[in-house]
Nanobody, 133 residues
Framework: QVQLVESGGGLVQPGGSLTLSCAASGGTLDSYAIGWFRQAAGKEREGFLCTKPSDALPHYGGTYYADSVKGRFTISRDNAKSTVTLQMNNLKPEDTGIYYC?????????????????????WGQGTRVTVSS
């Protein structure tokens, strides 16, 4: 069973950047689909990004970015460190919220559908991102 820990949140001005990390212990993330979710105050947790397992076949699945983050956020993996990184650029006040990474062995990230919370088994504790001047 894998455990996930997010880090890297904080306070940033609009237009700024943050890098979030999702580190795994108890196993590697190669075979897991990864999802990123965020929850703004008073709202439900919503997925905005998913990516297929590192060891998936080339034509199996893809990476999905919600329109709200496309072109500004980028996901990457460091399999040697069992870490997933979320680079967030040109941050906006509406990006404020608690950010969660999630992993699942079965979830299929098609590249064109928003991930949903019930579809992921393993979750980190979340890291807070505040975008404000």
């Amino acid at each position: 069973q894998v455990q996930l820990v997010e880090s890297g949140g904080g306070l940033v001005q609009p237009g700024g950047s943050l890098t979030l990390s999702c580190a795994a212990s108890g196993g590697t993330l190669d075979s897991y689909a990864i999802g990123w979710f965020r929850q703004a105050a008073g709202k439900e947790r919503e997925g905005f990004l998913c990516t297929k397992p590192s060891d998936a076949l080339p034509h199996y699945g893809g990476t999905y970015y919600a329109d709200s983050v496309k072109g500004r956020f980028t996901i990457s993996r460091d399999n040697a460190k069992s870490t997933v990184t979320l680079q967030m650029n040109n941050l906006k006040p509406e990006d404020t919220g608690i950010y969660y990474c999630a992993a699942d062995l079965i979830y299929y990230c098609s590249g064109d559908q928003r991930p949903k919370t019930p579809e992921f088994e393993y979750w980190g504790q979340g890291t807070r991102v505040t975008v404000s001047s």
